[in-house]
Structure formats: structure tokens, C-alpha cells
């Protein structure tokens, strides 16, 4: 790779996809206050596609003028109808996530952005739209205790790739935006750029 891949997140998920297809990045937490800069575009009435596009630029622009290299930014946001659905405090809200999902369909706004030299050069956003099933009280309770504090770290309360499989009826779009990333156009840039073989 001609060109330094910086990570701007601490997603142990965007990290594996990244490592699997080949791409040797470091990474970089930024030090962003997410919670802040939610409060503030939800104050403004942006819509969940641009906040999660704007907390990826944020966390892009920001690692980049920091470091050298392509910085890679990325956020993901549930949308339910409008409103916005951060990671769960704890498992009581897990649960009451669960509910609200409950025979409902919901989008997972999937935002990337490449950043170089502070500006941002590149940006995507892919919106898998998931279907949950009805699910009983005594499958939530079931799920939430083999699951526990694992669900903290997602929105909607689910992994895909393990147990949350079995929340769903329907699945349409990509994969691996489901799992926080959309690499098969981050690749296909990257490929623009002369960092992989094309």
C-alpha cells in the first residue's frame, strides 16, 4: 500500500473487515464528544442519514489533522421511522430497544468518510433496511441474559453475525454496512487511488 490507512474509530468490527480484506490500518480514536454533537444537530432537526454523515466527517477531519495518511471515519445510526437510536445505556434500555423494534422495519444509516490532510476527500453512506419479527417477552428476556453487555456496544441490540440473526424476517442491502462499514465501495476508492491493485 503506497499510502498510510489510519482508522478513526475504536470498532473492533470496522477493524476485523478491514484486517480481513487485506488493508493494514492503524488506528486512532478520536476525541470527539459524540453525545454533544448529537444534542446539537437533533437540535437543529437533522435528519439520521446526516447526523451519521456528520459524525463520520467529525471523526475524520478530525484524526486527519492529527495524522498523515488517508483517515478513514465511520458512523452508524438506527433510524426507526425518523427518530435516532443510540447504543443502549444498559440492559433494561437493550430490552426496551428490543420492544420498540418489535414487527418493525428500520434502516441502519451506514456512513464512511476518507479524510487526507484535514479536508475530506471521499464519503458514502449505505442504508440496509432490517425487518424485525414480532418478538415475545420471553424471547427478549431470553436474549438479553445470553447476550449481555455485548449489546451495549451496538445499536438496536443486536450482532447480526451472532444470536441477533435471530431477530429478523427480512434483510435487504449490503453486509457489511450491516456490520458498521461499507467496504465494498471504501475497496473500489481505494482502488482509485492507486493503495490496492486495481
Known amino acids: 500500500m503506497s499510502k498510510d490507512i489510519i482508522l478513526a474509530s475504536g470498532s473492533a468490527s470496522r477493524r476485523a473487515l478491514l484486517s480481513g480484506a487485506g488493508i493494514e490500518a492503524e488506528t486512532f480514536k478520536p476525541n470527539v464528544d459524540e ?6 444537530m437533533r437540535q437543529k432537526g437533522m435528519s439520521v442519514r446526516d447526523q451519521a454523515m456528520q459524525l463520520a ?3 475524520a477531519i478530525k484524526v486527519s489533522s492529527q495524522a498523515s495518511g488517508l483517515v478513514i471515519g465511520g458512523d452508524q445510526m438506527l433510524n426507526l ?3 435516532a437510536f443510540d447504543k ?22 451506514t456512513a464512511i468518510v476518507v479524510a487526507e490532510d484535514g479536508q475530506v476527500v471521499w ?3 449505505n442504508r440496509p433496511q432490517l425487518t424485525v419479527r414480532v418478538l415475545s417477552e420471553t424471547f427478549i428476556e431470553d436474549y438479553i ?3 449481555g453487555s455485548a449489546l451495549l456496544s451496538t445499536v438496536g441490540a443486536y450482532q ?4 441477533g440473526s435471530q431477530l429478523f424476517t427480512r434483510i435487504e442491502g449490503d453486509y457489511f454496512s450491516i456490520l458498521g462499514l461499507p467496504l465494498l465501495p471504501l475497496l473500489d476508492y ?9
Open 145 to 147: 441474559y445470553a447476550c
Open 88 to 109: 443502549p445505556g444498559n440492559l433494561d434500555e437493550a430490552a426496551n430497544h428490543l420492544r420498540r423494534l418489535s414487527g418493525q422495519a428500520h434502516y441502519l444509516e
Open 123 to 125: 464519503r458514502h453512506l
Open 81 to 83: 421511522g425518523g427518530e
Open 57 to 59: 466527517e467529525l471523526k
Open 35 to 40: 453525545d454533544a454533537a448529537k444534542a446539537a
Open 190 to 198: 481505494f482502488r482509485t487511488r492507486g493503495v490496492l491493485v486495481s
Open 160 to 163: 447480526l453475525e451472532g444470536r
